[in-house]
């Protein structure tokens, strides 16, 4: 069998040391990620009700190629 090299013990002692290092610290990590978890599903959340707003309004009509009064009125004023 295989002994783990110096760098996969290095990584795990690093990972050890944030997670549990001080007291606390595990439990602060876990809570910042319950807020970004809930700040993810808001801003999920917003994104749909952004989009059916959009969806409720209808579309604009585009002028045709041809059609250069829109452009004309611009320039005029």
Known sequence: MHAPGIWSLLIVL????ILFGRPGKL????EDLGKGIKGFRKGL??????AADAAA???????????????RDKTEA
């Open 14 to 17: 690093l990972l050890v040391f």
């Open 27 to 30: 439990s602060g990590f876990m």
């Open 45 to 50: 959340g917003d994104d749909d009700a952004k």
């Open 57 to 71: 309004e209808p579309p604009r009509q585009l002028p045709k190629s041809g059609d250069t009064t829109a452009t």
